[in-house]
């Protein structure tokens, strides 16, 4: 298993103010190559600023201008964007571990990060916008500056941004109950691995074993904090990795079975049918027409 890191900003040709493997900043896309569909490998945050932008979302079409808001967590599909010539936005782009590491455990973000899952986009006011610029500012100033205590400051200023973003989305978002922090941190460390994972499909079992607890320990703990249990969880992300690999890539299926760690292709088949309602064959034929 693998952390993310930031290297997907180079492939896409954007290059950042601010990289250092973990949390990037940008201001500029104007050369962005989505020519070629590409999953996201951590938290992206754009803001628009001017112009106009028109993008396709895990196959669902947005539009969005000034004041708008995409939030795409890891391993969204992104497609097809197309920019005005006058458009101008801010990037903060986060990977999971660097979220886990400075939120505290007793946090909870993962209502959020489901929620922009389905709902990628959002509309602020013209007040939250600048408050969104004021800290993208200030940040930008600090990474400039060298000092002993630079990580520590820029650290600090991206927990105070979070938070502050969390109480501004909180009229879109209704967070669900706070669990007991034990709990929080065992489910932010399953999906952790998970996403870290380039081979999800694993069952409960594994995952429970990597976590040293049972799994029907581990998935009554999923089933408490996301309202979905361990094994519907690991379903949610295989899912969009064969999605992903059925559409986007020219491997076969029985190759795409295999990468996928799937025993056999009647086994796959069957998996297909039961999430998708069509065989791996006819899922991907009407891909085909759709694309």
């Known amino acids: 298993m693998k952390n993310a890191t930031l290297d997907s900003p180079e492939v896409l040709n954007i290059h950042p103010i601010y990289n250092n493997g973990e949390l990037a900043f940008f201001d500029n896309l104007e050369n962005i190559n989505t020519s070629s569909p590409f999953k996201t490998e951590a938290f992206a945050v754009v803001l628009m600023l001017k112009g106009r932008a028109s993008v396709i979302i895990n196959g669902s079409q947005y539009e969005a201008g000034a004041n708008d808001m995409f939030i795409c967590p890891p391993n969204n599909i992104i497609e097809n964007g197309l920019l005005s010539l006058d458009f101008k936005c801010l ?26 899952e389905e709902h990628p986009l959002c509309s602020l006011q013209p007040e939250e916008a600048e408050v969104f610029c004021q800290y993208y500012k200030l940040l930008c100033s600090k990474m400039q500056t060298s000092s002993p205590v630079q990580e520590k400051v820029i650290n600090t ?135």
């Open 91 to 116: 990037v903060i782009y986060m990977t999971p571990r660097y979220i886990n590491k400075i939120m505290p455990l007793s946090e909870n973000l993962w209502d959020v990060k489901f929620f922009f």
């Open 157 to 291: 200023l991206m927990l105070a941004f979070i938070y502050d973003m969390q109480y501004i989305l909180g009229r879109v978002i209704k967070p669900s109950p706070r669990p007991f922090a034990s709990g929080e941190s065992l489910f932010k460390r399953f999906i952790g691995l998970i996403e870290a994972s380039q081979v999800k499909y694993q069952g409960v079992a594994f995952y429970a074993a990597k976590l040293c607890v049972t799994p029907k320990y581990l998935s009554a703990i999923c089933k408490q904090i996301s309202g979905m249990t361990a094994s519907c969880l690991i379903d949610k992300y295989v899912m969009k990795d064969i999605e992903y690999m059925m559409t986007h890539t020219n491997k076969s299926i029985k190759e795409i079975a295999a990468d996928l760690n799937f025993s056999n292709l009647s086994f796959f088949g069957k998996y297909m049918r039961k999430h998708f309602g069509l065989s791996p064959r006819a899922f991907r034929a009407q891909a085909l027409k759709k694309a």
